[in-house]
């Protein structure tokens, strides 16, 4: 599947969890990270901006793990779905947050140039996906990331009105 | 020591090591965090911005992970130059750069109320520090970080005229 003949995994979120400051269609502020099927992993393409520095020359660290993170529920979101049988936007897609996130930091990010992220699910359950996810500059993969996604509790349901 | 009589760690990084998206002075669109010395920790506050959010109600975890690792680069540097007996503010403070981080999301963060960062550092040497981080909201911890810090890499330093 190819990027361009589907939507972002991000779009296909109910509109009452569309809000993401790294990935909401509804936040008009945020990041808008969109992450896309293509074969067996999900991949995102992102280019910081000049303020998204860290040191000079290079990107700020917690919007790579940032980015990270809303790739990685997007890909959680994207397994779950096809795991259960469902093509992406058959249904409303399941919305996953944030247990745990570990990033390392294998080479400084140069600032400057398109990231590409890559997400695939390392272990899934009906509840709980395990991913792990690159991003890369310019062809060098300089983030590793594992983030723990689980399904959107009941406690944090609430009316958006 | 009280954070009302002593500058933020973080503006006695050096000018060429200030533009951070976290925590820069020089960086008039970022989240300017700073952070003090206070005992043995090191403590920031933070209040969210409305658009900082996840699911309604509650704060983005991408923020939360940006705020515990610039908190942690100033633990780093707070208990470096302590263990250099060294005052703050006597000397440039040395600069650290994350090499991982490890974020556990204990709790939804709520929106919409002051956030209190603490820090400590469990291992030090002088080109590393180990530094955990909680994030509280209310008074009840919601984040619990680990995070990695180096001191900055010759390759990371460039001209910046």
Same mark, same amino acid.
């Given at each position: 599947?190819? !990027?361009?003949?589907?939507?972002?995994?991000?779009?296909?979120?109910?509109?009452?969890?569309?809000?993401?400051?790294?990935?909401?269609?509804?936040?008009?502020?945020?990041?808008?990270?969109?992450?896309?099927?293509?074969?067996?992993?999900?991949?995102?393409?992102?280019?910081?901006?000049?303020?998204?520095?860290?040191?000079?020359?290079?990107?700020?660290?917690?919007?790579?793990?940032?980015?990270?993170?809303?790739?990685?529920?997007? !890909?959680?979101?994207?397994?779950?779905?096809?795991?259960?049988?469902?093509?992406?936007?058959?249904?409303?897609?399941?919305?996953?947050?944030?247990?745990?996130?570990?990033?390392?930091?294998?080479?400084?990010?140069?600032?400057?140039?398109?990231?590409?992220?890559?997400?695939?699910? !390392?272990?899934?359950?009906?509840?709980?996906?395990?991913?792990?996810?690159?991003?890369?500059?310019?062809?060098?993969? !300089?983030?590793?990331?594992?983030?723990?996604?689980?399904?959107?509790?009941?406690?944090?349901?609430?009316?958006?009105?």
């Amino acid at each position: 599947m190819s !990027t361009s003949d589907t939507p972002a995994i991000q779009d296909l979120y109910s509109d009452d969890f569309a809000h993401c400051f790294g990935c909401g269609r509804n936040n008009p502020v945020g990041y808008q990270l969109k992450s896309f099927p293509e074969g067996d992993e999900v991949v995102a393409r992102f280019t910081p901006a000049t303020y998204h520095i860290s040191i000079p020359g290079f990107v700020y660290g917690g919007l790579l793990a940032s980015l990270a993170d809303c790739h990685a529920m997007a !890909t959680a979101t994207a397994a779950t779905e096809l795991a259960a049988g469902r093509r992406l936007g058959d249904a409303p897609a399941p919305r996953f947050v944030t247990a745990a996130l570990r990033v390392d930091y294998l080479k400084p990010t140069p600032l400057g140039v398109e990231l590409e992220l890559r997400g695939h699910v !390392t272990e899934t359950s009906e509840k709980k996906a395990v991913v792990a996810v690159t991003i890369s500059a310019g062809g060098i993969v !300089t983030i590793r990331a594992e983030v723990v996604a689980v399904r959107l509790p009941k406690s944090m349901e609430r009316p958006s009105h």
